[in-house]
């Protein structure tokens, strides 16, 4: 079982130009994106959260359960759900804008428990930012780690809801030797200003950086580097791409037996070369076309 621990939320994204543009609402919070795509990719998963009682909260279990994932370690709350206004660029890129103040998921406590077997947990994004449920995440990820699970860090950062951007670094760093797979992009990387190599002695076995339609590359403690190229695909919007990245190195390396940091240090480079590629088509795909709408296994088949 992998455990998403994080957001989920409403996007509102534009159909058409202009500030005054039709919004239509879609599922979304990277975390959440992350566990649908495992779902669909065939990884027993469950989502650890809490989620509003509102229409748009049912509408986001609703599709989770769909899609096969657990939501037993859900936890549900009366206040609103998290608003995200997107703005989709010439290039497909898309930025956000946040409504957050008194949302339910900000009032997320640590769980006594994570679901029984539970092999792996997934943090990242709004949940790492946001008090008071930041400090409950951060929690949970320092005692997954402590118990032996292995852990998955996506920042995803966004800017706009950091108040303090050095004393956010600082946590950060606090968080790395916690983490077994650090994930980001190379925009991410660039505003956190360090380097994989000083990440990866802090404590991840592994960082693996995500540059877009320019493919992904994985760093390793034995000082490897592996490197893919992105999938050429007429981009519709990268809305939940570097999510879909998130839940396709999972559930690669729990195909290969591989979550953990043993595991991570016994891949070889055509093991890593292998999970990448895997990685950087599933992307494509969901670039491919509009909203977070992660590939499906049988989509992918002979990758």
Same mark, same amino acid.
């Not at 975390?31 to 990719?41: D, E, F, I, K, S």
């Not at 983490?179 to 592994?206: C, F, I, N, Y």
């Not at 693996?208 to 981009?235: Q, S, W």
């Given at each position: 079982?992998?455990?998403?621990?994080? $957001?989920?939320?409403?996007?509102?994204?534009? &159909?058409? @130009?202009?500030?005054?543009?039709?919004?239509?609402?879609?599922?979304?919070?990277?975390?959440?994106?992350?566990?649908?795509?495992?779902?669909?990719?065939?990884?027993?998963?469950?989502?650890?959260?809490?989620?509003?009682?509102?229409?748009?909260?049912?509408?986001?279990?609703? %599709?989770?359960? $769909?899609?096969?994932?657990?939501?037993?370690?859900?936890?549900?709350?009366?206040?609103?759900?998290?608003?995200?206004?997107?703005?989709?660029?010439?290039?497909?890129?898309?930025?956000?804008?946040?409504?957050?103040?008194?949302?339910?998921?900000?009032?997320?406590?640590?769980?006594?428990?994570?679901?029984?077997?539970?092999?792996?947990?997934?943090?990242?994004?709004?949940?790492?930012?946001?008090?008071?449920?930041?400090?409950?995440?951060?929690?949970?990820? %320092?005692?997954?780690?402590? &118990?032996?699970?292995?852990?998955?860090?996506?920042?995803?950062?966004?800017?706009?809801?950091?108040?303090?951007?050095?004393?956010?670094?600082?946590?950060?760093?606090?968080?790395?030797?916690?983490?077994?797979?650090?994930?980001?992009?190379?925009?991410?990387?660039?505003?956190?200003?360090?380097?994989?190599?000083?990440?990866?002695?802090?404590?991840?076995?592994?960082?693996?950086?995500?540059?877009?339609?320019?493919?992904?590359?994985?760093?390793?403690?034995?000082?490897?580097?592996?490197?893919?190229?992105?999938?050429?695909?007429?981009?519709?919007? @990268?809305?939940?791409?570097?999510?879909?990245?998130?839940?396709?190195?999972?559930?690669?390396?729990?195909?290969?037996?591989?979550?953990?940091?043993?595991?991570?240090?016994?891949?070889?480079?055509?093991?890593?070369?292998?999970?990448?590629?895997?990685?950087?088509?599933?992307?494509?795909? @969901?670039?491919?076309?509009?909203?977070?709408?992660?590939?499906?296994?049988?989509?992918?088949?002979?990758?």
């Amino acid at each position: 079982m992998i455990v998403v621990a994080g $957001e989920s939320l409403i996007d509102l994204v534009p &159909q058409g @130009t202009g500030a005054l543009a039709a919004l239509t609402p879609a599922l979304g919070g990277g975390p959440y994106n992350t566990a649908v795509a495992l779902g669909r990719l065939g990884s027993p998963t469950a989502f650890c959260s809490r989620v509003s009682y509102d229409a748009f909260g049912e509408a986001l279990l609703d %599709r989770l359960r $769909e899609t096969g994932v657990d939501v037993s370690a859900v936890q549900r709350g009366t206040e609103p759900t998290t608003l995200a206004v997107a703005s989709v660029g010439p290039d497909g890129s898309a930025a956000y804008s946040f409504y957050v103040e008194g949302t339910a998921d900000r009032l997320f406590t640590a769980p006594a428990a994570l679901p029984p077997g539970t092999r792996a947990v997934s943090f990242g994004t709004c949940s790492l930012v946001l008090e008071p449920g930041a400090s409950a995440y951060e929690e949970l990820m %320092r005692t997954a780690s402590a &118990q032996g699970l292995f852990t998955a860090l996506d920042p995803n950062i966004r800017p706009g809801l950091i108040p303090d951007a050095d004393a956010y670094r600082a946590r950060f760093e606090s968080w790395l030797p916690s983490v077994s797979l650090l994930k980001l992009s190379e925009e991410d990387a660039r505003w956190l200003g360090g380097t994989p190599r000083e990440w990866l002695a802090a404590g991840p076995s592994a960082v693996v950086i995500t540059r877009g339609g320019d493919g992904l590359t994985a760093f390793t403690r034995d000082g490897a580097e592996h490197a893919v190229p992105g999938e050429k695909v007429d981009v519709v919007d @990268t809305i939940g791409a570097g999510d879909t990245v998130n839940a396709a190195l999972l559930h690669g390396l729990a195909e290969r037996a591989a979550l953990s940091p043993a595991g991570l240090a016994g891949l070889d480079a055509e093991g890593w070369t292998r999970l990448l590629r895997f990685a950087a088509r599933a992307a494509a795909v @969901t670039c491919s076309r509009a909203g977070a709408e992660p590939p499906y296994a049988s989509e992918l088949a002979g990758v």
